[in-house]
């Protein structure tokens, strides 16, 4: 059986990960899911308003909990979502 060794950086206080800023064209959106099914975090969700095509976008639920991987931007067939890292001068 392999010997399992965790290591803690030891700067790991000091350490900030990156934050998301997902940014969902709306009206772009032909709803078909994908971003929301294939989200490796959950972290979006069919939301309850309609759009100019007549279905449901997506709604960011908890946008903390992204890991900033693109895979929603890569799946979305329409181009209606992309996520960026939030710049922030100061702790955000
Ligand atoms: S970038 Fe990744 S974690 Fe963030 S919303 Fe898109 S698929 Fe989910
Ligand atoms: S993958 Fe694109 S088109 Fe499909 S629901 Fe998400 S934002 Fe809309």
């Known amino acids: 059986m ?3 060794i965790w290591r803690t950086p030891l700067n790991i206080e000091k350490a900030k990960l990156p934050k998301a800023e997902i940014h969902i064209i709306k009206n772009q959106c032909k709803g078909c ?6 989200c490796p975090k959950d972290v979006l969700e069919e939301s309850e308003e309609i759009n100019e ?3 449901h976008p997506p709604k960011v639920v908890d946008e903390s909990k992204c890991v900033l991987c ?5 799946i979305c ?16």
């Open 33 to 38: 899911g994908f971003c929301i099914q294939f």
């Open 2 to 4: 392999p010997v399992r």
């Open 53 to 55: 095509r007549g279905v």
């Open 77 to 92: 067939p329409d181009f209606a979502i992309f996520v960026v890292e939030k710049l922030c001068e100061e702790e955000c």
């Open 70 to 74: 693109s895979f929603c931007t890569s």
